[in-house]
Each structure stands twice: as C-alpha cells, then as structure tokens.
C-alpha cells in the first residue's frame, strides 16, 4: 500500500467563537444554539446534527471568504455541505491551494467537514432523485436509465428510484419531527 505523503504542517488546535449565525433569504431563519465546544460530541448523531451548520460555516468562514475561494465552487455567495466537504477534501489532497493568509486545514476543519458528511450525503440523494424523476418524466425507459446508471436491469433502476424516494421521505419526516 502507498504511503500518504505527509501536511505540509502539523495539525494544530486552534480555538474557534461558535457564534449564532442568522441568513436572511436563506431556508433557516435561525440556528440552535451551540454548547461550548461544538467539535467535542456527547452524543455522536446528536452533536452531528448541533454541529452542522457551525461546520458549513466555519468552512465557509476559513476556506470560502474570498471572491476566488469560492470561485472553487458552483455557489458565489454560500457553500453547500458538499460543496464543504469537497473543498476540505480537495485542500487536504492538495488538489486545491490555499490562497494568501487562508489557514492550514486542521483537525477541527476535518470534524467539520465530517460532520457535514450526511448532509452531502442527503443533497447527492435529492440530485439523484430529481435526475431518475426529470429522466422518466422526460419519456426515458427504466432500461435506457439503468443504462446510464449503470445497473443490469430497468427493475434494479425503478428500485434504487424507489429507494431513494423512500429515504428523502423518511429524512423530510425526521426535519418535520425535529
């Protein structure tokens, strides 16, 4: 097995101010507030779940404050938790550069960005969904979309449609309850 090559720089702690943040135009019109130490989890889902919108910003704030950091991404104005995720990943690898006084990516920014992980997780679903719905609708066989898939049959692509309607289902259930 290859060895990863080693950071530039050490990872080092860093302290961050969990602020409440408020989007004005945005879906969220304010964020729960946050314990002490948002990147330490008592409860594993729950501290997940607390965390994600200090983890989206927190990348946003060290990695997209710039006009050309965002330029990275498809969005101008507000990264996406993939997008976030993606950027970490892609600065990690090197694949990205940091610009001018933009910090190291650290172990904080790497729980942040794990933490958005479902939430990234959840937008490939709703894309994936909306491309299966859009392509049937559009006169597309189930065969001709396991093709582009890439499954054997048109029944393990009506299936994977299925299933996925079914987990953004039960995921609009969970924001409903929560």
Wanted: hydrophobic content about 40%.
């Amino acid at each position: 097995m290859p060895r990863r090559p080693q950071s530039r720089t050490p990872l080092r702690k860093q302290s961050v101010d969990n602020k409440v943040f408020k989007c004005q135009g945005c879906r969220m019109s304010s964020i729960p507030p946050q314990p002490a130490d948002a990147f330490t989890a008592p409860s594993a889902h729950e501290a997940r779940v607390q965390r994600a919108y200090t983890s989206l910003f927190r990348i946003a704030e060290r990695h997209a404050a710039t006009d050309g950091q965002r330029r990275r991404q498809a969005q101008s104005h507000m990264i996406s938790p993939y997008e976030a995720v993606r950027l970490v990943s892609f600065l990690l690898s090197g694949a990205a550069q940091l610009e001018g006084e933009e910090p190291e990516v650290d172990r904080a920014d790497i729980t942040a960005a794990l933490s958005l992980l479902p939430l990234a997780r959840a937008e490939m679903d709703e894309v994936e969904a909306g491309i299966l719905k859009m392509a049937h609708g559009r006169g597309m066989t189930w065969s001709e979309i396991a093709f582009g898939l890439g499954l054997a049959t048109p029944q393990a692509a009506r299936q994977r449609h299925e299933r996925l309607a079914s987990r953004m289902e039960s995921g609009a259930e969970k924001k409903a309850d929560g």
